[in-house]
């Protein structure tokens, strides 16, 4: 079983539909991120969460929101979806490093297609 | 700004060719790069590298960071088709989301 689970893994939907993705983890981590790829332009950074009710802002974060009620769950919401939200999203986990030396673990990514 | 610049954005190769693939990168208070393999969802875990001139070493991939230059390499030697891949290169971030900052990737292809 995945560590970091993300549902659905695929998601057609219409513009202006409201749109959930989900994550939950089993490895105990505090730090939980949401990620946004798109070709050519690498892994660009959501919203992320230091702890349960923590939410932090990213590189990429108008259109989206996010909630953190527990701490193995990190949801992604989309509330009016629009086309050039068309993207693969994925939410990774980490422990707290000092120096920010440590890996992130990845769920499998779920691919959203906004028509 | 933290920037990391991969290269070549993509290479074609034929089974046991060697390749390098390149990250050069600059960040204010450098402290790891890390390399990431993504095949088909996932990005998995590979290499984190701290200290310059020490190669890290798993099976046929190989990487060494030179932080004079800003630049790492990721060697794989020997390729088969299941080296085909994104290859993703970060650092993290120097903003307070702890988080790690992604270059491009570098996509490979192993033909038979």
């Known amino acids: 079983d995945a560590d970091v689970t993300q549902t659905p893994r695929n998601r057609i939907t219409k513009t202006g539909k409201r749109i959930m993705l989900e994550c939950s983890q089993t490895?105990?981590?505090?730090?939980m991120y949401w990620y946004r790829q798109d070709p050519g332009l690498g892994l660009q950074l959501i919203y992320y969460?230091?702890?349960?009710?923590?939410?932090n802002k990213g590189e990429i974060s108008d259109g989206y929101s996010v909630s953190r009620q527990a701490q193995a769950k990190f949801s992604l919401s989309l509330e009016s979806a629009i086309p050039n939200q068309t993207a693969l999203y994925f939410c990774?986990?980490?422990?707290?490093?000092?120096?920010?030396?440590?890996?992130?673990?990845f769920g499998e990514g779920s691919r959203l297609t906004v028509l | 700004e933290d920037k990391v610049v991969q290269s070549p954005l993509s290479l074609v190769v034929h089974e046991g060719d060697t390749v390098t693939l390149n990250c050069s990168y600059e960040?204010?208070?450098?402290?790891?790069l890390l390399w990431y393999k993504q095949e088909k969802k996932a990005p998995t875990f590979l290499f984190m590298l701290?200290?310059?001139?020490i190669e890290k070493k798993s099976g046929r991939l190989s990487s060494i960071l030179d932080k004079k230059e800003l630049f790492s390499i990721l060697n794989i030697t020997a390729t088969q088709t299941g080296d085909s891949a994104v290859y993703l290169c970060?650092?993290?971030?120097?903003?307070?989301?702890?988080?790690?900052?992604f270059g491009t990737g570098t996509r490979l292809t192993v033909i038979p």
């Open positions: 969460s230091f702890d349960v009710k923590d939410i």
């Open positions: 701290t200290s310059s001139g």
């Open positions: 970060a650092v993290p971030s120097q903003t307070g989301a702890n988080n790690l900052f």
């Open positions: 960040v204010t208070n450098f402290r790891s």
């Open positions: 490895k105990g981590h505090d730090r």
């Open positions: 990774a986990t980490r422990q707290p490093h000092r120096h920010n030396t440590g890996e992130l673990f």
